[in-house]
């Protein structure tokens, strides 16, 4: 018995199975700035189309979730201890803000600022988690 590999055949049946898995990925993967939207819609009960978003990269994401915070008054004292504090607070803003995305969301005479991630781990991993959080004063409004 002779097996005849017939690569075209092997070929359009990988593509189908691509083309299958590629459209049900994409059914589970919603954007960041439509998790925004649709904690917002929850948030303030407003309709989807009345809401307008703007990505706001001028918004430190650590500084919205933590807030700013000075060096404790021992360390400021100390230039060596001080440079190590400001070291770790670079990191931790850089790993922050890598990881979180602002958006402003405006609509139903409502507007408020969120950061979008996405959820790392169990059923949910990929989904956007959004939350809301009032404006800083050194935050203008749009």
Known sequence: MTIVNKPYE???VRWLAIAVLAAA???GC????????????GDFSCPKDRIEIRKRLDVDAYNLIFGQHAPPADVAADVARLA?????????????????TVFELRGCAQQALYTCTRVSS?????????????YPPSVTRW
């Open 10 to 12: 092997n070929a359009s």
């Open 25 to 27: 990925g994409g059914l």
């Open 30 to 41: 919603q954007r960041l700035d439509d998790g925004a939207k649709d904690k917002f819609v």
């Open 84 to 100: 190590i504090w400001q070291q770790g607070e670079e990191d931790s803003h850089s790993s922050w803000n890598a990881a979180e």
């Open 122 to 134: 169990g059923s949910h991993a990929g989904a956007p988690m959004c939350s809301q959080y009032s």
